[in-house]
């Protein structure tokens, strides 16, 4: 059974235990906020590093090439761009590569 808290506000918090059942209750992990940002996002922009691992290993994914950059996930910043990403786009006002570069993501 999942929990009462959404999973977003289990990453958010860094409640892993409420992450981890709603896995184990089937929660889709790709599902999108009202930002469009996934649980994956969530957990590297609040740097829940064993959080963002558990959503890996369960198929998350970035919904945003912001997150993507800010994680220093190359390979789905790649994957964004060959999809017609706008590596310009300004996302509350930084650009994909300033946030790679807040973050110290220089590749």
């Known amino acids: 059974k999942a929990p009462d808290i959404s999973i977003w506000d289990a990453v958010k918090t860094g409640n892993i235990e409420a992450v ?3 896995l184990d209750a089937g929660a889709g992990v790709n599902g999108k906020d009202e930002d469009g940002y996934t649980p994956l996002d969530w957990a590297i922009f609040m740097k829940k590093t064993e959080t963002a691992e558990l959503l890996r290993k369960h198929g998350g994914k970035h919904g945003t090439i912001h997150s993507a ?3 220093g996930d190359i390979e789905a910043v790649k994957k964004f761009l060959a999809a017609g990403a706008d590596v310009n786009a300004n996302g509350g006002g930084r650009t994909p590569l300033d946030l790679a570069i807040q973050v110290k993501n220089t590749e």
């Open 20 to 22: 981890k059942q709603h």
């Open 69 to 71: 950059a800010y994680g």
